[in-house]
């Protein structure tokens, strides 16, 4: 089965950190994905890649950036945390670019900014 | 632009019973897959079910199965003899240039 493990399963930041939530998946898939959720809002894209060392803005990239510096891990940064980020972060992966497959999802991180 | 709409927020069911959860969508693309996830308390989503736009025919997994009406743009949820276990939250999915999800429904069971 694929993995795709999330460092943290809960986290509690101070406002004006930097925090990293990492993100590794173990099956060689190109794309992986960083959505966060909130109740009522479903799962929000922030940011994803297709390839190593390539991202793309989602459609809520503001205060987060990304790396992928290999192919298996996927990290999200953000720069300065604040209390509207907080929130649960899920990370995805997925084998082809035509989803046909759907997504194999993380056990998500519970972030709390304080 | 995609969209999908879920206008259950929550939905019981009595153990054993069958429950129908909605989703509605819109795309402009004509080759397109929709999902089912579920998501426990233990928070990892889980795939439930794919149905592939072009197939007519409606998918079933075991206990679950989809009514796909790709003229209305629906894609329902069936849950047959539920079970304790499928108390979760459900998200309906649509496939684009990324996954489109819509906001849930939270499925209670009662024993």
Redesign the interface.
Known sequence: DVKVTQSSRYLVKRTGEKVFLECVQDMDHENM?W?RQDP????R?IY?SYDVKMKEK?DIPEGYSVSREKKERFSLILESASTNQTS?Y?C?SSLYT???A??T?G??TRLTVV | AQTVTQSQPEMSVQEAETVTLSCTYDTSESDYYLFWYKQPPSRQMILVIRQEAYKQQNATENRFSVNFQKAAKSFSLKISDSQLGDAAMYFCALTGNQFYFGTGTSLTVIP
């Not at chain 1, 009522?40 to 799962?43: E, I, P, S, T, V």
């Open positions: 994905f959505y009522g809002l479903g799962l894209l994803f989602g649960m899920l995805a035509a989803f046909s759907g997504y999802f056990s998500g």
